[in-house]
């Protein structure tokens, strides 16, 4: 288990489907970085996402648009580690793939407050804290009680601020400004002709105009 204290930089990581990325994921992800001080965050597009429909637009389409939407953000990269393993892919072994590359760095695992509902449905979802901290974000309109399994489990694994310098091994609720904006809710506005604009980043709407993402025809 890593529990040593370390001054080495902090990374965030942010796994996704991405399909689109938004602004939903590009602020939160911005606001924690900023309040955890981290050095860089990490957006890591899945190959195939084991808990939910697969996603509508290829690996390569999600990557480009996440380089796009990223581009000149200080701090900020596409981690494509995922789009080359083959089979689900598992939050656990991407983490333990970025723990053998920053064996001591302190890893700082984001997932929003609906995600995390449903934690315990992962693989090998304990051993999540083993390996990073994880950093809850406040969704609008999710549900506040947690099933009682991962209920205790957060309750006896929730993050003080002398935490911050730990590897991992933390649970750290974050607020952060609450977006209400979905990527199915992207999908729908570009099925129905209506504009995504203001959702999104500008760059992003041009590519999958572009590439005619998302439309029925
Ligand atoms: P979909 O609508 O297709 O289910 P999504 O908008 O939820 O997609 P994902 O790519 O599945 O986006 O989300 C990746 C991560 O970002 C998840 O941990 C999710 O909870 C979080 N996230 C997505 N949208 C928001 C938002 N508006 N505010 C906070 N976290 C978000």
Redesign the pocket.
């Known amino acids: 288990m890593v529990r040593f204290e370390t001054e080495l930089p902090a990374i965030g990581i ?6 689109p ?5 590009l ?3 911005l606001e924690v970085m900023q309040q955890l001080n981290l050095e860089q965050m990490r957006l890591i ?2 190959a195939t ?1 084991p808990h ?1 429909q697969q ?1 509508v637009a290829s690996a390569k389409e999600r990557r480009l648009m996440l380089e796009l939407a990223i581009k000149g953000l200080e701090g900020f990269m596409v981690d494509d580690r995922e789009l080359h393993r083959s089979g689900p892919s598992y939050s656990v072994d991407t983490l333990l793939s970025l723990r053998e590359q920053f064996p001591e760095n302190p890893l700082f695992f ?7 509902q449903g934690l315990h449905s992962w693989s090998r979802w304990t051993e999540l804290l083993d390996l990073a901290h994880l950093v809850v ?4 309109e999710q549900p506040s009680q947690l099933p009682d399994e991962l209920d205790n489990w957060y309750h006896s694994h929730l993050a003080t601020a002398a935490d911050r310098t730990l590897a991992a091994g933390k649970i750290w609720p974050l607020a ?1 400004t ?10 729908n506005c570009f099925a129905e002709h209506r504009s995504a604009r203001f959702l999104m980043p500008e760059a992003v709407i041009s590519l999958i105009d572009q590439l005619g993402l998302y439309h029925p025809d």
């Open positions: 942010l796994g996704g489907t991405f399909d990325v938004h602004f939903g994921h602020r939160p992800a597009p899945c996402p939910r996603p984001l997932v929003g407050s609906d995600a995390f974000m406040q969704r609008p952060v609450q977006m209400a904006v979905s990527a199915t809710q992207i999908r």
